[in-house]
């Protein structure tokens, strides 16, 4: 049985522009830590809407980050590195001393750059499905995002493009709530349109494919202290199971993997009951 609460959301000035955040609050007062939830880079801040809900007891943060969803875009700053800034600012201006965080997709290695940074503050992190890619696994993903849709004729369209074109398995009324939450419609039965500009994310994929680019979820955990929970998509191929093995080996003692064996990029989506289920248990056993 979900445990009742309410959404709370507004701006604040992070790092010198405004970020829009939303906070999942429990009704009645929890014993867990605060999650500051991080989405992937595709999408916004809207992507965690039902697994807090579902979760119930957990107060989860969830901003948009720098240049997606209602954020600004400051026009530079690309790095894992800078990610995390914002999030470490945030967190100060919502006097959180002590918090877990939690990264989809690319943000899995700013939340252990979070980690690294303030090890004196975060208790654990949570990586759902990160993306370890090689040069040319950045190129390729840079080349894809030339091409990829920015809108959709309506949400049954978009849907159509998810299902299609996402690995594991999509349940219709999941993904129809989840592209509600991530795409800005106009209207009930609008056209769909993606929470970014071209421009950004073209920007962000060019940085991640140079030489200078800091997002190797490896290269993190090697800096972390603090234990990790990692989701794995069971049918996954932006993180898979050579990767998975390569990652576990560097993180801290405690951290421990849950396959989603149905699921492919989106595990908090196709297996919702699974995630939430692991993600308050791991919150319960830390200290």
């Not at 989840?178 to 073209?202: H, M, Q, T, W």
């Not at 990652?247 to 990029?265: D, I, W, Y």
Request: proline letters at 5%; one cysteine or more.
């Amino acid at each position: 049985m979900r445990s009742e609460g309410g959404w709370y959301a507004g701006f604040e000035t992070v790092s010198n522009f405004q970020l829009f955040f939303r906070d999942w609050r429990p009704a009645k007062k929890s014993s867990l830590l605060p999650l500051i939830a991080l989405h992937g880079s595709l999408i916004q801040s809207g992507m965690w809407n039902a697994t807090a809900e579902g979760a119930g007891s957990i107060r989860m943060i969830c901003p948009d980050q720098r240049g997606f969803g209602r954020t600004d875009d400051p026009g530079t700053g690309d790095a894992a590195a800078d990610f995390a800034r914002d999030v470490i600012g945030l967190a100060d201006v919502l006097l959180l001393d002590r918090f877990v965080v939690m990264g989809h997709s690319f943000a899995a290695s700013i939340a252990l750059a979070v980690a690294a940074e303030r090890p004196d503050r975060v208790a654990a992190s949570v990586l759902v499905d990160p993306t370890m890619r090689d040069a040319s696994g950045a190129n390729a993903n840079m080349e894809a995002s030339r091409s990829r849709p920015m809108d959709f004729e309506d949400l049954e369209q978009a849907q159509k493009f998810f299902t299609e074109s996402e690995e594991g398995n999509w349940p219709p009324a999941r993904t129809k709530r989840f592209l509600s939450d991530v795409l800005v419609r106009d209207g009930a039965y609008g056209v769909c349109r993606v929470p970014y500009e071209k421009s950004r994310i073209l920007r962000l994929r060019e940085f991640q494919a140079s030489s200078a680019s800091d997002y190797d979820p490896v290269f993190w955990a090697k800096r972390t202290i603090c234990p990790s929970l990692v989701f794995r998509g069971g049918e996954s191929k932006r993180f898979s199971e050579k990767s998975e093995k390569l990652l576990m080996s560097v993180l801290p003692m405690k951290s421990r993997v849950v396959v989603c064996e149905k699921a492919g990029h989106f595990p908090s989506v196709t297996e919702p009951t699974t995630v939430q289920r692991e993600l308050k248990s791991f919150l319960a056993d830390l200290k």
